[in-house]
């Protein structure tokens, strides 16, 4: 299991996208990402990445424990569904995008 430390921002997201693609290229498809506390948009920018990558080499990763906020920022980029291995609670969902999702 590959498991970020607590901070995927600007600052550390190179270095953090590397060691995840470290982690795909050994095989490993779940990603724990319970630690992270502090998230911007490059730490979508990065789950992009690194599913894509992961995609190309026919895995599927498993992304756990995200944060209300990375799940906020993934919702606000549409970037759910280019994730398939990620939940993202009702809690975070917009009010307009739930109650569009309840007329269909």
Do not use: C
């Amino acid at each position: 299991m590959f498991k970020p430390a607590v901070k995927l921002t600007m600052d550390n997201a190179s270095q953090t996208l590397e060691a995840g693609l470290q982690a795909i290229a050994a095989g490993e498809s779940d990603f724990d990402l319970s630690d992270l506390l502090s998230v911007d948009s490059s730490a979508v920018a990065t789950l992009l990445e690194w599913q894509r990558q992961a995609l190309q080499q026919g895995q599927t990763l498993h992304f756990g424990g995200l944060s209300p906020n990375l799940q906020s920022l993934i919702v606000l980029y549409g970037a759910a569904d280019a994730l398939p291995g990620i939940v993202i609670t009702s809690s975070v969902i917009p009010v307009a995008a739930a109650a569009d999702l309840r007329h269909h």
